[in-house]
Each structure stands twice: as structure tokens, then as C-alpha cells.
């Protein structure tokens, strides 16, 4: 296996002093900073004379059968990807990934395994819907389904947050609005059904907050009221942009062209119920739990030290959820100590004005990229595909400009969760992320954009260097794909960070962590057993992508490791 290699490994040094690089160091140096071997192809056998072939290719996903020797072996990987680097090759690979809010139109079997196959890569649960019991049965479709199908969609549990809501429409799935109809907003608990034209409202402070004269804005605008006459615990609103009132939707209200905030501002972001739902998620195993409305970094903080507490054995990233002014007064701060973001621009244009949504978008995905944190962009990305079955072509544009800013993920909200056409929907994000990934290389856009650096040790700063070279080297030299050896997920979401024109394939031990990876650009994540010996490992990983036809001899390949901090470059043989 023909090859060339720089190694970089860590002993411990004096802090005033660097040990000199070592040249062409022979194998038996325990500690050479570069090593710089060459091998001949004669010297080594190919891949598959050194590594017997599996008798099943599966492990932890469910499929019995085979040996202990052959489990070792094997290697898990998406099978929807498989397919498609048999079918198309390398640059045939998506990089933006996609997440699907799961509803009634898509909670069945069927229905998860349908957007599966189409490509999602992560299943939302809301919680402002539904029950715990409901939520469980989606949560365990989806593991059976990685289980039996071999797929890594990880599941993300989104909190309601503290900020005022509607209630659930008496049971109905919505109600119609017209031009100058009177509704009334009410705190009042109804007992019976609910009054006709009237909404349950969450915060007791409503009636006393807002004033004769107030716009009302709900679900970020949607539908628009004028507050006309208080009384009481009632709010009675005349309609003035008609519209679809969902449940559980969004309120906000203006008064002379700025939002209210008054008590609403004190409230928690994590609400009691909120807190239940937490440990529910933690113990379904959820991967990702989305928090709404995040005012400061202080309350990720706070999460994160309970659910390690209570989650010992496994981890949970936090994504925070920038759809309100507090959230944008502190964005740095809340985004560096959450693990991801998401930018929620149907709450967020509730409280901003319109016209800065999309600059404000863009200034969102471009911190998560410099502070190496996965963004997702989200909410109204096909809106009309709720009804129809095609979008509008302002909604395709919308969706380009997200794959063009290199946002990680986009996602569907009521379009996949209660929409007439999900699978559809989904095929657009699919088709259109693929054509602008594709321009983007054909006209070899490469960014000029300087990525910060985020190393808190020099041996963290070692691997973001060789990330990011190696990035540079797999755009210069046109490799086939990246690959990396990884058990945190770590050097992965860094290579991930640079946007590489090549796909990545980040190969871990855990499962979790498989999972996980599948929020972030370009990672194509495998589960495989490894060990520190980067030789045996890409003979092993050579011969197990060549028997499922997903590599040829004579791709090229970069390969790195995060256990050597160790970067490779060599033709599959």
C-alpha cells in the first residue's frame, strides 16, 4: 500500500520547550513529531489477503449472525449512502444534512422509513405536541428502524420553552380565520369545549400586559389581531391578516411598532414542564435536546451539569434554539457553550423586524462555523408544501441560500410533521442541497474565510491544524474522500468545520457518537471497531468498503486519526 504519512503525537514537554522534529525517524522511535515512512506496494498484500472477510457485515445494529471474529470486523453504515456511492461515486454524496420534524403525517412505520430512504438524517420530536407515551413510540420506530434497516438517524427532543402560547384548539388540528372576525384570548381554564372564536392562552399575565390597540402577532405573523377591549381575564382581537391558527402557536404582541416584552422577559426558559421532558428525553436516550427560547449561556450551563448528573454513561448535545432578542444580545457566548444552534427564524422574525431575519441568519451560521458548532437552519423553508404539492420558487431560492452559507442542516417543521406531502418536501431539500453543493464545486467557490482558531490545549490545537490542512490538502490533490478515525466525533467535526469539496467518512466505535455525526456537514458517519494501529485499521477498512463495492483501487484517500494525531495520504490498492 503505497503511501505517505506525517504523524503527529503529543509526550509530555516542559512547557518552555518543543522537542526538535525528527525526520524520517524509524518505526521503533516511540515519540517522533513527524514520521515520514515509504512504502512500496510490493511490500504489502492487498487489504483483503491481510483481513478475512466477515461472514456478516453488521454488529451492534441488530442483525445476529456470524462469528465474534466477524462482529470485530464489521462495519455499519448508512444504507440509503451505500446505494448512492455505488450507484454515483463519491461527489455524488450529499453534505447538508437534513432533519424532519415527526407528526401525525409521519409517526407510522412506514411513513419514518419512507423519509429514511429519502434521506433524513435526524427525526425532531416537538414537544409543545403530543404525549410522553406518543413520543416514546416514535423515538423507539426510530431505533428499530436503525436497528433492522442499518441506518444512524439520531433523534431530537425540542423543548417548549416559557414564552406565551396558545393552547390546543379545543382538540382540533386547526382553525381558519377570516378578515374581521372577534376572537377572544383567555386565560381562563375552559372545563366544556371551548367557546367558539376562542383561544386559551398560557401566561396569566396576558390580559394585564397588553393594551387596547396592540397588534397581535401569532406564530410569528401568520395570522395578525388588534387587540379591541379588555375584560377581565378575556382579550377580545379583531382579525387583520386572516389565516391558519395551529395549535400551540407562538404569540407575540407590538405596540407602536416595537415588541411588548413587559413580564414575559422574567420568565424561566426552562419551564417545570420543560424539566419533565427533560428527563423523559434523558431517558429515552434522545441524542440532541433543542432549547427554546435561550436568553444566556448560564442556562446551558445549567442543563448540561444536570443531565450529566443524571446521564453518566452516554452524552446528549444541547442545540440552542436563536429566536429571540435575548438570545441575539448574547449569541457568541450561548453559542460557544451550547454544542450546536439552530437558527429558529419563525419565532425570531416574531421579534425582530422582517428584513433582518436573513442577515441576521447568515451572521448566526457564520459564528457556529468559526466556533466549530453545527447550525441548523429552520422554519418556513417550504411552508406551502404543507398544502401543495410543489413549492414556491421563493422557497427554493430560500433554501439555496441556506446550502450556500454552508449551514450543517436544514430542516422541515409542519411540512413533514402534519403537511399533505412530506415525502415530497423532503425531496426537495434533498434535490435542491445536492444541485447548489454541486455548483458550488463545479465553479470552485473556495471560501476566503479565515476560521478562527478554537484549541483549548496544544494538543487540540495539533489536530485543528492537521484538519485543516488536511481540508486544504484534499482541495489542492482532488482526493475521493477524506477519511477519519475517530472515538469522540472530535477531528470529525473539525474536518467538518472546513467544508472540504470531498466527502468525509468518520469512522467511530460507538453508535452514540455515529448518531451524532449526523447532524454535521459532510460526515458520512460508520460504526467500526479500531485500534491504534492506523495500518490495520485502513487494510480493514479497505477490505470491508471494496466487498460492499463502496470504494475501487486507486481512489485516493486522506486519512487521519484522532488517537496518533496522525495524517496519511494514499491510493487504495
Not at 416514546?136 to 425540542?158: H, P, T, W
Not at 440552542?320 to 429558529?344: R, Y
Not at 481512489?555 to 495520504?569: E, F, K, P, T
Amino acid at each position: 500500500m503505497a503511501a505517505h504519512s506525517l504523524r503527529f503525537l503529543t509526550p509530555t514537554l516542559p512547557s518552555h520547550s518543543l522537542s526538535p522534529i525528527s525526520v524520517a525517524a524509524p518505526p521503533t522511535l516511540r515519540y517522533p513529531l513527524l514520521r515520514l515512512p515509504r512504502l512500496s506496494a510490493s511490500a504489502h498484500p492487498h487489504s483483503s489477503d491481510l483481513v478475512p472477510a466477515p461472514s456478516v457485515l453488521s454488529s451492534d445494529n441488530g442483525i445476529s449472525g456470524g462469528s465474534v471474529a466477524a462482529a470485530a470486523s464489521a462495519i455499519d453504515v448508512d444504507a440509503v449512502t451505500e446505494a448512492e456511492l455505488k450507484e454515483n461515486g463519491f461527489r455524488s454524496t450529499r453534505r447538508t444534512k437534513l432533519v424532519c420534524t415527526i407528526g401525525p403525517a409521519t409517526c407510522g412505520a412506514e411513513q419514518l422509513e419512507a423519509l429514511a430512504v429519502g434521506g433524513m438524517n435526524v427525526a425532531r420530536i416537538n414537544m409543545c405536541h403530543g404525549t410522553h407515551d406518543w413520543h416514546r413510540q416514535v423515538i423507539r420506530q426510530v431505533r428499530r428502524l436503525n436497528e433492522e434497516k442499518g441506518f444512524a438517524v439520531a433523534v431530537m427532543m425540542d423543548t417548549e420553552g416559557s414564552e406565551i402560547h396558545m393552547g390546543d384548539l379545543g382538540g382540533f388540528t386547526s382553525a381558519k380565520t377570516e378578515d374581521g372576525e372577534v376572537w377572544t384570548f383567555s386565560v381562563r381554564g375552559f372545563k366544556a369545549p371551548l367557546p367558539e372564536r376562542t383561544v386559551n392562552v398560557n401566561y396569566e399575565g396576558f390580559a394585564e400586559d397588553v393594551k387596547v390597540g396592540d397588534e397581535l402577532l401569532v406564530d410569528g405573523g401568520m395570522v395578525r389581531f388588534e387587540v379591541i377591549e379588555k375584560i377581565g381575564p378575556d382579550v377580545r382581537c379583531k382579525c387583520t391578516d386572516p389565516g391558519l391558527l395551529l395549535p400551540r402557536a407562538n404569540l407575540t404582541f407590538w405596540r407602536e411598532g416595537s415588541l411588548v416584552r413587559e413580564r414575559n422577559a422574567m420568565l424561566p426558559t426552562i419551564s417545570s414542564k420543560d424539566w419533565l421532558d427533560i428527563d423523559f428525553g434523558i431517558a429515552e436516550g434522545v441524542d440532541f435536546i433543542a432549547v427554546s427560547f435561550v436568553k444566556s449561556a448560564e442556562v446551558i450551563n445549567h442543563l448540561k451539569s444536570y443531565i450529566a448528573a443524571r446521564c453518566r454513561d452516554r452524552e446528549i448535545s444541547l442545540i440552542a434554539k436563536i429566536e429571540s432578542v435575548d438570545s441575539l444580545k448574547n449569541l457568541e457566548e450561548i453559542v460557544c457553550a451550547s454544542d450546536g444552534a439552530m437558527v429558529a427564524r419563525g419565532d425570531l422574525g416574531a421579534q425582530i423586524p422582517l428584513e433582518q431575519v436573513p442577515s441576521v441568519q447568515h451572521r448566526v451560521v457564520k459564528i457556529c462555523r468559526q466556533l466549530n458548532r453545527p447550525v441548523i437552519v429552520a422554519s418556513q423553508l417550504l411552508e406551502s408544501m404543507i398544502e401543495y404539492p410543489t413549492p414556491t420558487r421563493a422557497e427554493v431560492a430560500d433554501v439555496s441560500e441556506a446550502v450556500r452559507q454552508r449551514a450543517d442542516a436544514l430542516m422541515l417543521s409542519g411540512e413533514s410533521a402534519m403537511g399533505q406531502f412530506p415525502e415530497k418536501a423532503l425531496s426537495v431539500l434533498r434535490s435542491v442541497s445536492l444541485r447548489i453543493e454541486r455548483w458550488w464545486r463545479e465553479e470552485k467557490r473556495y471560501e476566503a474565510t479565515e476560521l478562527n482558531d478554537v484549541a483549548s490545549s496544544f494538543s487540540d490545537k495539533i489536530s485543528e491544524e492537521i484538519c485543516n490542512s488536511a481540508a486544504k490538502m484534499a482541495n489542492n490533490l482532488e482526493v475521493d474522500a477524506l477519511f477519519v478515525y475517530t472515538k469522540t466525533g472530535h477531528m470529525a467535526s473539525l474536518l467538518s468545520r472546513c467544508r472540504p469539496d470531498c466527502p468525509i467518512f468518520a469512522f467511530t466505535t460507538s453508535t452514540s457518537v455515529r448518531r451524532r455525526l449526523n447532524l454535521q456537514w459532510g460526515l458520512i458517519p460508520f460504526r467500526l471497531s479500531f485500534s491504534d494501529d492506523m495500518e490495520s485499521n485502513l487494510n480493514r477498512t479497505f477490505s470491508l468498503l471494496k466487498q460492499r463495492g463502496m470504494i475501487r483501487s486507486g481512489d485516493l484517500v486522506i486519512a487521519l486519526s484522532d488517537m496518533l494525531q496522525s495524517i496519511q495520504v494514499m491510493n487504495v490498492p
